[in-house]
């Protein structure tokens, strides 16, 4: 009978301190944020620090949720939540450059420009990261560039080789003539392809110019006039196709590397994460 | 007692009942199903339309027609590309015109001749084919994209 008795209490115990914690305290709400945070769940995290942040004021709470926007690149909420810490805070010289990285990741031109000669101007612990941010963007999307060396002064050594030769790259783009490449086409079928690099069908285009024209050649030595001009209008059709082509592969060439330009600085930009300090919130 | 039991054997039995009826209403998981195993090749959809749009549909869509229904369809997907040599034609006719879309092929046979550097050349398209899009040799600088050669883009 005690036994009986004991296990009721214990059934009934449970549930009644179960009911005693509060997992919706603030101090637990900020718990899961966090640990939903540093799981990369930033969504679901962002809710959780604003039901936060209607008890307590945490600017802390407020960048993380600007951060997590920043994070799953919605930079319209991002912007506006950075902007919305005020100056008396401590992360507010890190929310001014990471407003920086989502002007440039929003396509917002002049307002990146404007903030970031402010903040080079401003000398701030940042300054240099967005005279390096702003380097990389002139880079990707001016065509004016200021001198080499002057460019190159706030990178970092390994940095200053890489952005060297995105500069001269960028200087002197390896493109190839698209008049070069049909003249020589027409010259000697192929040669515009092997020319923009395309060897293969370059290779192809001379051996099936060549023996129709040499088809074409031997019916009419050899009187067969209607399957001469067959021929004719066969090697006559992959001729001019090839010039055409030719033409074509030079602007697929230039377009490559124009595309490979642009891929490498994005890649190096998000390696370098857009030049935002390093934080501790998941140690 | 006897009565209270009678009362439990009607209830399991209304019970058991219930159940294996509504069971039953779900007919369609066992009906006869003819299942076809033969894989879904979007690459072969032709789309064999006669309208005349222009003077050239008039020459180019017959033949084309005559070539899909009698040679192509017969022999079997053969053409590495998407879309296919001859969609190509019709294609780049209708985006550029006859004169530019003819070049265009012939300059597309040739690629199709060759078979050397396919792989590092081209996407891929679907499981086997390669990607080559009209858009790329219309030589309208803005409509080229350039899409990396290792990327598999989905049928």
């Known amino acids: 009978m005690s036994n009986k008795i004991f296990f009721l209490l214990v059934v009934i115990l449970f549930p009644i301190y179960g009911q005693q914690i509060d997992i919706h305290s603030p101090k637990n709400i900020k718990k899961f944020a966090d640990f939903l945070f540093c799981d990369k769940d930033y969504l679901r995290a962002i809710d959780e620090y604003k039901k936060y942040l209607q008890v307590v004021e945490d600017d802390t709470a407020n960048y993380k949720i600007a951060l997590g926007y920043s994070l799953i690149n919605d930079q319209s909420n991002a912007l506006q939540e950075f902007s919305s810490i005020n100056n008396s805070s401590a992360l507010y010289e890190q929310s001014r450059i990471e407003v920086l990285k989502s002007l440039s990741l929003s396509k917002s031109d002049s ?45 970092e050594s390994d940095d200053k080789l890489l952005l060297g030769n995105y500069y001269d790259l960028k200087i002197n783009p390896p493109y190839k003539s698209e008049t070069v490449a049909g003249i020589l086409s027409a010259i000697i079928p192929g040669s515009g392809k092997i020319y923009t690099e395309d060897y293969g069908d370059g290779i192809t285009a001379f051996l099936l110019t060549g023996l129709f024209t040499y088809l074409a050649y031997t019916n009419f030595e050899n009187d067969h006039q209607t399957r001469g001009w067959i021929f004719i209008a066969l090697g006559a059709g992959f001729y001019t196709g090839n010039v055409y082509g030719s033409v074509a592969s030079a602007q697929i060439f230039n377009a490559k590397v124009n595309f490979n330009f642009e891929n490498g600085l994005k890649l190096f930009l998000e390696d370098k994460n857009y030049f935002t300090p390093a934080y501790d919130f998941c140690k | ?62 033949l084309i027609n005559a070539y899909w229904f009698f040679v192509s369809d017969v022999d079997g997907a053969n053409c590495p590309f998407h879309p296919s040599c001859s969609s190509f034609l019709v294609q780049s006719i209708k985006e550029t015109n006859p004169f530019k879309g003819t070049l265009m092929f012939f300059d597309r046979f040739t690629r199709d001749t060759n078979v050397f550097g396919r792989l590092e ?35």
């Open chain 2, 1 to 62: 007692m006897i009565i209270n039991k009678f009362i439990l054997v009607l209830i399991s039995l209304f019970i058991q009942l219930s159940i294996s009826v509504y069971s039953q209403t779900d007919w369609v998981r066992w009906e006869k199903s003819d299942p076809t195993y033969q894989k879904k090749d979007t690459h072969l959809n032709r789309d064999f339309d006669l309208s005349i749009q222009s003077v050239s549909d008039v020459i180019v869509k017959p």
């Open chain 1, 111 to 155: 307002a990146f420009y404007l903030l970031a000669n402010n903040l080079i101007n401003s000398k701030s612990q940042f300054s240099n990261n967005a005279q390096r941010l702003l380097n990389t963007s002139i880079l990707l999307n001016e065509n004016e560039l200021p001198d080499k060396n002057k460019f190159l002064i706030p990178f």
């Open chain 2, 121 to 155: 050349h081209y996407p891929r398209y679907g499981t086997n084919h390669f990607y080559d899009p009209i858009s790329l040799y219309t030589l309208d600088k803005e409509k080229i994209k350039i899409i990396p050669t290792n990327t598999f883009i989905n049928e």
